[in-house]
Every structure is written in structure tokens, then in C-alpha cells.
């Protein structure tokens, strides 16, 4: 068995794979609820062999199946998603995005008789709001995994870089109901607190450094215009690439509200909407392999820079585990921006399902290459282990 044999064992699994994207595709189910979607990765992993934990850590639609070929050597992760966005569905094109990395591991299961190893295949739910990864990398989850790989659907084959760490703030201000007309001296206007909270961070926002991205919304701003509103309630997301920095950011963020309270007479308090997401760091040599193997199927692989378009629940998995997140064009580089009703259409062209199995070939090949290296392995492991991480 040699590694060039994975393309024929990837160029047999198309139908079933691409089944499986068009299933999901069809049936898109947010996250925390991506019962069939779930049901359809494990199926398919239980067909080939794998032994699947489904539920997983208590989230009724995340699962980890393993392929373990009972010799010695090192274990493959592979991380897929299958959650949908409200309205548009598939606008992520998380239907490909999972498909591609339980393919990956399928395919990698079909050698490792010969290699020796395992690998595993973890159903990841909720990337778009409270990702279930964070909670797999405060666990136990990795502790036995050696590299952790996900690939993205995209406009670009982008190498995996970096990604915003990110905190979700949510500031609630409680003042008093008056009458607006009859008696608004009786009131305090919560309001009021909140629209300052706004300006402040406003005025901060010169001295933010250029990575840094601070948004908000005002969620609850009263009831009635002729009533003193007495409750508000705003939510903020900050983010930065340095973990630290963010808590600089952050600190801006809870002086601000803390002073629109102060000044209009209300009080505040403050809590996580959503899970915090650290920043991706990208295991330099993982990613080599994967672009070398990239290179050899035909696909030369762009440095985007420190493309700052977001944040990724698989920022926490590269701190506790070397990892990659790369992207791969379905839309034969046709800038087509991510959450839009033509990305999700791109994971249905003949283009798109080539990209899905030369990327499933991809991620096979770099993780028979980890199984069969133990050189580079050790240099995957070295480099990560130098890495400054969050404690
Ligand atoms: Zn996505
Ligand atoms: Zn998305």
C-alpha cells in the first residue's frame, strides 16, 4: 500500500460523499441541532468500520469515531461541521466542510492496516454560534490525538493561518420606569446608559490597533417611547489576533459600559453570550505537508497574510494540539464571499464536488504522511511544544 493508492480509495468513496454533502445540503439544521445532519456522518462512519461515541461530552449532535488499526503509531484527527446559518442555509458550505473531513478519514482508515495508528473523526456542532470544539478542547479530546486537521470551503485555496481571538460580551443596564411626558424626572433611563456605553467605546476606537475589531448591538432598548425605559440590554463581540491584547480590548469595553451606568445613575452587570474563541495557531509544519501534498494533486496554495476575517472555534483546539485550518476554492476563484446564497449554491457544482475529493485526497495523504514520518511528526511535535499558548 502506498500513498498514491489513497487516490484510488478516495476516487471510489465520490458517490457516497457526495450524497452525503447534497443530504445536509438539503436538510440544514443550526447548530446544537443538527440531529440528521450528525445521524449522517455517523452512519456512514459506522458503514466503514469506525467506532463512534454518539453522543459526545453531553452535545446530543457531536460524536468521535475512531478507526483504530491495533498496531503501534501515531492518531489522525479530523474535525467535521454541519451546521447552517438562519435563513440561508448552507451559506458556509459546512454540508462540504464536514463531508470532506469524515471522507479524510475514511479514506485514511482503508491504509492503516498497513501503517499501523489510528485515526479519528470528531463531529464538531454549533461552529457559527457556541462552538462544540471548545468544549472537545477543555476536555479530554485530544490528549490522545497527535494533529488535528479542518478544511473550508472558500474562493481561494488559502494556507491555514490565523484566525481573531474572540470574547461575546453582554452588557445589561437597569435604571427606573417613569412617565417620558408626565414625570421623566422620576425615571433612569437605562437607555441613556446604553447609547453612552455605544460612544465611549466609539471614542476608543482610535487607539485600538488595527487588528482589533470591536461590534455591537443594542438587543433590548425599551418598550415604549412615552415610558423611561428601564431595561436595556446591548451585546458586543471583541476580538484581536493576540490573546492578550484582547484583554486590553475587553477592559475598554467594561470601563465603557461601567461609565455610561455611572453617569446615568443606572447599574450594569455583565456576562458571556457565547463561548470565547481563541486564536488560531497554525502548526507551521502540519501545514507544509499539507501544502506539499496540495502541490503534488495539482493545487499551488496561496499565503493569504494575516487575513483577518474572522474567528474559529479551532483557535482553541491549536492550543492544545497541532493543528491546521486551511480552505479550498469551490468556486473556481470567483471572489464569492462566505454566508451568502452563492457560496452555498458553489457546493453544488461539478467544480465544487472536484474540490471536495481532491481535498479529502489532500488531508489523507498529510495524515498518512504524519503515520508513516515518525521524523516529521517529532517536528510537528517539537515546534508545537515551543509555541507560547494560553493557560
Ligand atoms: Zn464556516
Ligand atoms: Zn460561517
Redesign the pocket.
Known sequence: MSKEQLHEIVSEMREELQGLSDYIYENPELGLNEYKSSKAHVDLLTKHGFEVEYPYLGFDTAFRATFDSNKPGPTIAYLSEYDALPGIGHG?GHNMLGTVDTGAGIALSKVLAETGGRVVVLGTPAE?TDGVKVDMANADTFDDIDVAMCTHPSDQNLMSNVSLAMEALEFEFFGKTAHAAGAPWEGINALDAAINMFNLVNASRQQLRPDARVHGIIVDGGVAANVIPEYTRVQFYVRSLDINYLQDVKAMVIRSAEAAAMATGCTMKYNHFEKSYYNMITNQKLSDTYNKNAKDLGIDMIDGGDDLSGSLDMGNVSQVVPSIHSYYDITEGVPTA??TVEFREATRTEFGYQAMMRTVEILARTGYDVITQPELLKEITEEFNAIEKVN
Open positions: 458556509c457559527e462566505g454566508h
